[in-house]
């Protein structure tokens, strides 16, 4: 990576997912690539988490307006399925900052998940292992929704995808 494009990495860091706000999208892995090639020209490839993510537009508006305001003025950015995204792609700080939202991070996975792994999520409140999965349904596409039997409090985990 290039000094402009660890510049542009730094800038992104600091654009945060428009539905969980407490993670950047380079650490929730979507960040897939980045090429600048000279001065004031940036490319941004984005893979989303899911295909029918409803954020994709509003990330593509953050990260353009993020580094217009760099001071980059050749911007491309764009939703690429040319890179699958996983969970895996989540970094520490990242899992961290979701937990700090509520949510429950996904384990780290070898490929393969089957349904079981959605129902022994730890209770992002009281680190609990004495969780129910609810409905692998939640809100969105990438989480599912689960009840802590020892705090009693219903909480959203992000599901592990490979």
């Given at each position: 990576?290039?000094?402009?494009?660890?510049?542009?990495?730094?800038?992104?860091?600091l654009v945060n997912?428009?539905?969980?706000?407490?993670?950047?999208?380079?650490?929730?892995?979507?960040?897939?690539?980045?090429?600048?090639?000279?001065?004031?020209?940036?490319?941004?490839?984005?893979?989303?988490?899911?295909?029918?993510?409803?954020?994709?537009?509003?990330?593509?508006?953050?990260?353009?307006?993020?580094?217009?305001?760099?001071?980059?003025?050749?911007?491309?950015?764009?939703?690429?399925?040319?890179?699958?995204?996983?969970?895996?792609?989540?970094?520490?700080?990242?899992?961290?900052?979701?937990?700090?939202?509520?949510?429950?991070?996904?384990?780290?996975?070898?490929?393969?998940?089957?349904?079981?792994?959605?129902?022994?999520?730890?209770?992002?409140?009281?680190?609990?292992?004495?969780?129910?999965?609810?409905?692998?349904?939640?809100?969105?596409?990438?989480?599912?929704?689960?009840?802590?039997?020892?705090?009693?409090?219903?909480?959203?985990?992000?599901?592990?995808?490979?």
């Open positions: 990576m290039n000094p402009r494009e660890q510049q542009i990495k730094s800038v992104l860091e997912d428009p539905e969980i706000p407490t993670i950047s999208i380079v650490d929730l892995g979507i960040v897939t690539k980045i090429i600048s090639e000279k001065e004031n020209q940036a490319y941004v490839q984005l893979t989303p988490t899911f295909s029918g993510c409803p954020a994709l537009k509003i990330m593509e508006n953050l990260v353009s307006a993020a580094l217009l305001n760099a001071g980059f003025n050749e911007i491309k950015v764009e939703t690429s399925f040319e890179t699958q995204w996983n969970s895996n792609l989540i970094s520490e700080k990242g899992l961290i900052a979701l937990k700090k939202h509520g949510l429950a991070p996904p384990p780290k996975h070898d490929g393969y998940i089957e349904l079981d792994v959605l129902s022994d999520m730890p209770c992002p409140l009281c680190n609990s292992r004495n969780t129910t999965l609810q409905t692998p349904f939640g809100p969105t596409l990438c989480r599912s929704i689960h009840y802590c039997n020892n705090c009693s409090n219903a909480f959203e985990a992000f599901k592990p995808v490979s």
